[in-house]
Protein backbone atom coordinates (compact mmCIF):
# COMPACT_ATOMS: atom_id res chain seq x y z
CA UNK A 1 0.00 0.00 0.00
CA UNK A 2 2.60 2.58 0.71
CA UNK A 3 3.95 2.09 -2.85
CA UNK A 4 0.71 3.42 -3.89
CA UNK A 5 0.32 6.51 -1.90
CA UNK A 6 3.63 7.52 -2.96
CA UNK A 7 2.64 6.93 -6.43
CA UNK A 8 -0.45 9.07 -5.90
CA UNK A 9 2.03 11.36 -4.33
CA UNK A 10 4.37 11.72 -7.00
CA UNK A 11 2.55 11.29 -10.55
CA UNK A 12 0.34 13.31 -12.71
CA UNK A 13 -3.44 12.88 -12.03
CA UNK A 14 -3.52 11.24 -15.93
CA UNK A 15 -0.82 9.03 -14.72
CA UNK A 16 -2.98 7.72 -11.48
CA UNK A 17 -6.43 7.32 -14.05
CA UNK A 18 -4.62 4.85 -15.94
CA UNK A 19 -2.74 3.15 -12.97
CA UNK A 20 -6.14 3.04 -11.45
CA UNK A 21 -7.64 0.76 -13.75
CA UNK A 22 -7.27 -3.09 -12.66
CA UNK A 23 -6.79 -1.93 -9.16
CA UNK A 24 -9.53 -4.08 -6.94
CA UNK A 25 -12.16 -1.40 -5.57
CA UNK A 26 -13.84 -2.81 -2.17
CA UNK A 27 -16.49 -1.52 0.09
CA UNK A 28 -17.33 -3.26 3.46
CA UNK A 29 -20.54 -3.10 4.08
CA UNK A 30 -23.27 -4.59 6.71
CA UNK A 31 -24.64 -7.05 4.40
CA UNK A 32 -20.72 -8.16 3.98
CA UNK A 33 -18.15 -7.29 1.35
CA UNK A 34 -18.49 -6.24 -1.75
CA UNK A 35 -15.41 -5.89 -4.57
CA UNK A 36 -14.68 -5.51 -7.72
CA UNK A 37 -12.04 -4.47 -10.72
CA UNK A 38 -11.86 -0.42 -12.21
CA UNK A 39 -12.05 -0.95 -15.46
CA UNK A 40 -12.64 2.78 -16.77
CA UNK A 41 -11.48 6.25 -15.56
CA UNK A 42 -11.57 9.99 -15.68
CA UNK A 43 -8.46 12.39 -14.97
CA UNK A 44 -10.21 15.81 -13.92
CA UNK A 45 -7.49 18.61 -13.81
CA UNK A 46 -8.48 20.73 -11.51
CA UNK A 47 -8.30 24.41 -12.02
CA UNK A 48 -7.30 24.87 -15.79
CA UNK A 49 -9.98 22.22 -16.93
CA UNK A 50 -13.15 23.80 -17.53
CA UNK A 51 -15.07 20.42 -16.60
CA UNK A 52 -13.86 19.86 -13.13
CA UNK A 53 -15.70 20.90 -10.23
CA UNK A 54 -12.70 23.09 -9.43
CA UNK A 55 -12.30 25.07 -12.44
CA UNK A 56 -11.08 28.36 -11.51
CA UNK A 57 -10.54 26.82 -7.94
CA UNK A 58 -14.36 27.71 -7.04
CA UNK A 59 -14.38 26.30 -3.42
CA UNK A 60 -17.76 25.52 -2.03
CA UNK A 61 -19.11 23.08 1.22
CA UNK A 62 -19.29 20.85 -1.07
CA UNK A 63 -15.89 20.85 -2.90
CA UNK A 64 -14.20 20.96 0.83
CA UNK A 65 -12.88 17.20 0.18
CA UNK A 66 -11.37 17.86 -3.50
CA UNK A 67 -9.00 20.24 -1.82
CA UNK A 68 -7.36 17.70 0.74
CA UNK A 69 -4.70 15.25 0.43
CA UNK A 70 -4.10 12.17 -2.29
CA UNK A 71 -6.81 9.61 -1.78
CA UNK A 72 -9.95 11.25 -0.06
CA UNK A 73 -12.78 10.09 -1.53
CA UNK A 74 -14.74 12.73 -3.29
CA UNK A 75 -18.49 11.95 -3.97
CA UNK A 76 -21.08 14.21 -5.41
CA UNK A 77 -24.99 13.80 -6.98
CA UNK A 78 -25.53 13.90 -10.60
CA UNK A 79 -29.13 13.39 -11.90
CA UNK A 80 -29.71 11.71 -8.41
CA UNK A 81 -26.64 9.39 -8.75
CA UNK A 82 -24.15 9.25 -6.30
CA UNK A 83 -20.58 9.33 -7.89
CA UNK A 84 -17.15 8.57 -7.08
CA UNK A 85 -13.85 10.33 -6.85
CA UNK A 86 -10.72 10.34 -5.62
CA UNK A 87 -8.43 13.47 -5.17
CA UNK A 88 -4.83 12.37 -6.59
CA UNK A 89 -2.45 15.46 -5.82
CA UNK A 90 -1.46 17.32 -3.01
CA UNK A 91 -3.59 19.62 -0.51
CA UNK A 92 -5.03 22.24 -1.87
CA UNK A 93 -4.81 21.25 -5.52
CA UNK A 94 -7.85 19.87 -6.61
CA UNK A 95 -7.32 17.02 -9.02
CA UNK A 96 -9.29 13.99 -9.32
CA UNK A 97 -10.39 10.78 -10.90
CA UNK A 98 -13.63 9.46 -11.27
CA UNK A 99 -14.66 5.65 -11.07
CA UNK A 100 -16.69 5.21 -14.22
CA UNK A 101 -17.10 1.07 -14.23
CA UNK A 102 -15.82 -1.78 -12.76
CA UNK A 103 -16.35 -5.79 -13.02
CA UNK A 104 -17.91 -6.96 -10.10
CA UNK A 105 -16.18 -10.24 -8.18
CA UNK A 106 -17.16 -10.24 -4.38
CA UNK A 107 -20.74 -10.06 -3.41
CA UNK A 108 -22.16 -9.67 -6.80
CA UNK A 109 -25.92 -11.24 -5.80
CA UNK A 110 -25.97 -8.45 -3.14
CA UNK A 111 -24.98 -6.20 -5.86
CA UNK A 112 -28.07 -7.21 -8.19
CA UNK A 113 -30.27 -6.44 -5.01
CA UNK A 114 -29.00 -2.60 -4.81
CA UNK A 115 -29.13 -2.54 -8.30
CA UNK A 116 -32.63 -3.95 -8.61
CA UNK A 117 -31.91 -6.93 -9.96
CA UNK A 118 -29.97 -5.75 -12.96
CA UNK A 119 -27.47 -7.92 -14.45
CA UNK A 120 -24.56 -8.44 -16.68
CA UNK A 121 -22.83 -5.03 -17.96
CA UNK A 122 -25.42 -3.22 -17.06
CA UNK A 123 -24.43 -3.95 -13.28
CA UNK A 124 -21.74 -1.78 -12.79
CA UNK A 125 -20.93 0.15 -16.13
CA UNK A 126 -21.30 3.73 -15.44
CA UNK A 127 -20.51 5.66 -12.56
CA UNK A 128 -23.77 5.29 -10.80
CA UNK A 129 -24.39 2.21 -11.21
CA UNK A 130 -21.02 0.87 -9.38
CA UNK A 131 -21.72 3.37 -6.91
CA UNK A 132 -25.26 1.38 -5.92
CA UNK A 133 -23.82 -1.78 -6.85
CA UNK A 134 -21.26 -1.49 -4.04
CA UNK A 135 -23.35 0.40 -1.41
CA UNK A 136 -21.83 3.21 -1.20
CA UNK A 137 -23.05 5.84 0.88
CA UNK A 138 -22.16 10.03 1.34
CA UNK A 139 -21.02 8.61 4.85
CA UNK A 140 -17.68 7.61 3.06
CA UNK A 141 -17.18 11.63 1.74
CA UNK A 142 -13.59 13.14 3.20
CA UNK A 143 -12.68 9.65 3.98
CA UNK A 144 -9.30 7.91 2.64
CA UNK A 145 -9.72 5.45 -0.25
CA UNK A 146 -6.38 3.85 1.44
CA UNK A 147 -7.74 3.03 4.73
CA UNK A 148 -11.60 3.43 4.79
CA UNK A 149 -14.56 1.11 5.13
CA UNK A 150 -14.22 1.59 1.41
CA UNK A 151 -10.80 1.20 -0.03
CA UNK A 152 -8.44 0.49 -2.93
CA UNK A 153 -6.48 -2.89 -2.43
CA UNK A 154 -3.39 -3.04 -5.08
CA UNK A 155 -2.16 -6.24 -3.75
CA UNK A 156 -4.97 -7.96 -5.84
CA UNK A 157 -4.56 -5.62 -8.62
CA UNK A 158 -4.66 -6.92 -12.15
CA UNK A 159 -2.92 -5.42 -15.34
CA UNK A 160 -4.67 -4.68 -18.08
CA UNK A 161 -3.52 -5.53 -21.80
CA UNK A 162 -4.11 -2.91 -23.19
CA UNK A 163 -5.54 0.72 -21.79
CA UNK A 164 -7.12 3.28 -24.58
CA UNK A 165 -7.59 6.68 -24.05
CA UNK A 166 -10.83 8.27 -25.17
CA UNK A 167 -12.70 11.61 -24.67
CA UNK A 168 -14.70 11.97 -21.33
CA UNK A 169 -18.11 11.81 -21.47
CA UNK A 170 -20.74 14.09 -20.76
CA UNK A 171 -18.52 17.39 -21.32
CA UNK A 172 -20.23 19.27 -23.97
CA UNK A 173 -19.22 22.98 -24.63
CA UNK A 174 -16.15 22.82 -22.67
CA UNK A 175 -13.65 23.95 -25.79
CA UNK A 176 -10.64 21.35 -25.50
CA UNK A 177 -11.62 19.93 -22.36
CA UNK A 178 -14.30 18.68 -24.42
CA UNK A 179 -12.19 16.27 -26.43
CA UNK A 180 -8.98 15.95 -24.57
CA UNK A 181 -8.60 12.60 -24.13
CA UNK A 182 -8.43 11.92 -20.27
CA UNK A 183 -10.95 8.84 -20.03
CA UNK A 184 -8.94 5.69 -19.55
CA UNK A 185 -10.52 2.19 -20.22
CA UNK A 186 -9.25 -1.55 -20.49
CA UNK A 187 -9.65 -2.45 -23.94
CA UNK A 188 -11.88 -5.47 -24.36
CA UNK A 189 -13.67 -5.55 -20.73
CA UNK A 190 -17.06 -5.87 -20.45
CA UNK A 191 -18.27 -3.55 -18.12
CA UNK A 192 -16.80 -0.46 -20.27
CA UNK A 193 -19.76 1.84 -21.37
CA UNK A 194 -20.36 3.06 -25.11
CA UNK A 195 -18.78 0.31 -26.99
CA UNK A 196 -19.48 -2.13 -30.15
CA UNK A 197 -19.79 -5.90 -28.88
CA UNK A 198 -17.18 -6.60 -31.03
CA UNK A 199 -14.65 -5.00 -29.40
CA UNK A 200 -15.29 -7.21 -26.11
CA UNK A 201 -12.22 -9.74 -25.54
CA UNK A 202 -14.70 -12.60 -24.48
CA UNK A 203 -11.38 -14.59 -23.28
CA UNK A 204 -9.70 -12.85 -20.96
CA UNK A 205 -11.78 -9.36 -20.05
CA UNK A 206 -8.93 -7.79 -21.45
CA UNK A 207 -6.54 -8.67 -18.83
CA UNK A 208 -3.21 -10.41 -18.92
CA UNK A 209 -2.77 -13.74 -17.54
CA UNK A 210 -1.59 -13.91 -14.03
CA UNK A 211 2.05 -15.77 -13.54
CA UNK A 212 1.77 -18.85 -11.57
Known amino acids: MNNTIDFFNTQTTENIAQYLLGM ?3 HETEDGMLAGYIVDTEAYLGPEDEAAHSFGLRNTPRLKAMYEKPGTIYLYTMHTHLI ?3 VTQEKGKPQGVMIRAIEPVVGIEKMVKNRNNRKGADLSNGPGKLVSALGITKESYGQSIFDSSLRIVPEKRKQPKKIIALPRIGIPNKGIWTDLPLRYVVSGNP ?8 DIDQKTFG ?3 EKK
Open 207 to 209: WKE
Open 191 to 198: YISKQRRS
Open 84 to 86: LNM
Open 24 to 26: YLE
